[in-house]
């Protein structure tokens, strides 16, 4: 029994510093790291929720052919699938061809220009790529869109509806082209009977999103 206390009373005086560091590193207390926080603001990602753009294109007026009708369109997309647009065109509508049978056409005096103006809605279904060659590919969007409004003809002012589909193509996140076609349905009294007609519009554009 002596003999094993005996390895023990020659190293205590070796484990005593090290016993004593032990303590008094318990003892401290822990280190607080001293960081000067900054300001840190989030970059700010443009939506592109709004979109305006303009389009030309062959607007056929029933009854009168085909003339080249030119406006403008404003846009929000409330999400990824709907968005609401408003519209304005305006086209010249010859009634030359009634001159032939009727002496001083159908139309009065300096009224041969026909505008409309519209809301609608519509609804994207098919995304999509266009592909430019084998190695470059933009995307694409179908849709379809309807919507109401007012057409003024010949000194009439007539409720309209519109209806129809379209294709865009994104260049870019901010700069997409565009092909509509609407028919944009209304009625119509030029020869003493009231008439519903249904005029088609094919048009090409631009639009900027922002």
Same mark, same amino acid.
């Given at each position: ?11 205590? +005086?070796?484990?005593?510093? &090290?016993?004593?560091?032990?303590? %008094?590193?318990?003892? =401290?207390?822990?280190?607080? +790291?001293?960081? %000067? ?47 609401? =647009? ?27 220009? &026909? ?13 999509? =790529? ?34 129809? &589909? ?22 119509? %009294?030029?020869?003493?009977?009231? %008439? ?5 519009? &094919? ?8």
């Amino acid at each position: 029994m002596r003999r094993s206390l005996l390895p023990l009373l020659l190293a205590a +005086p070796l484990l005593a510093p &090290l016993v004593s560091q032990a303590a %008094d590193a318990a003892s =401290e207390a822990p280190v607080q +790291p001293q960081i %000067d926080r900054r300001d840190v603001r989030a970059p700010r990602f443009p939506s592109n929720d709004f979109e305006v753009g303009l389009f030309f294109g062959p607007y056929s007026t029933q009854n009168f052919g085909s003339s080249i009708a030119v406006g403008g369109r404003l846009g929000y997309h409330i999400t990824e699938d709907f968005f609401v =647009e408003a519209a304005y065109g305006r086209t010249t509508v010859s009634d030359d061809a009634f001159k032939r049978v009727l002496p001083g056409g159908v139309f009065t005096p300096g009224e041969n220009k &026909l505008s409309y103006s519209d809301l609608s809605v519509g609804v994207n279904v098919l995304p999509g =790529e266009v592909f430019l060659g084998r190695d470059h590919a933009l995307p694409s969007q179908l849709y379809l869109i309807a919507g109401a409004g007012t057409t003024h003809f010949n000194g009439q002012r007539q409720q309209t509806f519109n209806f129809g &589909l379209g294709t865009k193509v994104y260049w870019n996140d901010s700069f997409a082209l565009r092909v509509d076609l609407r028919d944009h349905v209304f009625s119509l %009294d030029l020869l003493g009977k009231r %008439d519903s007609t249904h005029n088609l519009e &094919l048009t090409a554009g631009a639009s900027f999103l922002f």
